[in-house]
């Protein structure tokens, strides 16, 4: 029997322009082709490198690094709206000033004097109430001008005036008040016994009290005013705490 000859495999010509390079250098384990299907399947791969800092990003810090700062600009011009508000008060405020309107009377039918308070501020004064006192202190010693705050209090002059408006003043007649019962407070002079020891230079007179007020931001506000007289000029007195009586409050 022949023997059938088996047909050669032919080989293709490579093309024009192409050379046939043979395969010398046998592929690695990275370059084999991959099957992602099968068991064997294998990839490497290097996972990115986690740069963080107490548990943050470096674009976490940076944004909360820009938070923080708009925080403090934030702050910081609450603050400076804040103080200028507070400027704005005090600029804007009434201010009332105590002062004498004439010489004090004294004698055997009158004690008083006449004192006026004028609104030197740019704002209304509102709920104006003025209350004040006349009185004998004996020399040598210092006048004590925060009794009335305690009660049953002292007899007073109280004067209560709506509004007071910039420039404008009110004026209130401070008598020596004394009590003739216990729901009525009357005028009087000072009795013979007082107006000697005045006349003598033992005692001098003041004239104190406090001014209450608002202005039209609601911010209540407060004038103290002091003023005294001797009978027999020249002398010496002690009377320094009636002048550093006066005060005025700095509310905003």
Not at 62 to 72: D, H, I, N, P, Q
Not at 140 to 157: A, I, K, Q
Request: aromatic letters at 12%.
């Amino acid at each position: 029997m022949g023997h059938r000859k088996h047909p050669k495999k032919s080989q293709q010509a490579p093309q024009e322009g192409h050379f046939a390079v043979p395969d010398r250098y046998p592929k690695t384990e990275e370059q084999q082709p991959t099957n992602h299907n099968g068991p064997e399947s294998y990839c490497k791969f290097n996972p990115p490198v986690d740069r963080r800092i107490w548990k943050m990003t470096v674009f976490e810090w940076a944004m909360a690094s820009l938070t923080f700062l708009a925080l403090c600009v934030g702050g910081l011009t609450g603050l400076f709206i804040f103080n200028q508000v507070q400027v704005t008060r005090a600029d804007q405020r009434p201010w009332m000033k105590g002062s004498r309107n004439g010489s004090f009377q004294i004698d055997a039918s009158n004690a008083n004097v006449s004192l006026r308070f004028t609104n030197i501020g740019k704002t209304p004064a509102r709920n104006f109430k003025v209350v004040c006192f006349f009185k004998k202190v004996s020399n040598y010693s210092s006048p004590n001008l925060d009794t009335w705050r305690s009660p049953p209090g002292e007899p007073s002059t109280i004067s209560e005036i709506g509004t007071v408006f910039p420039n404008d003043f009110i004026d209130v007649i401070d008598n020596r008040m004394v009590s003739k019962s216990q729901t009525e407070v009357v005028s009087a002079p000072f009795s013979a016994a007082d107006l000697e020891e005045l006349q003598k230079g033992n005692a001098y007179v003041v004239a104190y009290g406090e001014v209450r007020y608002s202005d039209v931001f609601g911010i209540q506000h407060w004038t103290k005013f002091c003023d005294w007289t001797d009978l027999v000029p020249g002398g010496t007195y002690t009377a320094a705490m009636c002048s550093r009586y006066n005060d005025t409050d700095d509310n905003k």
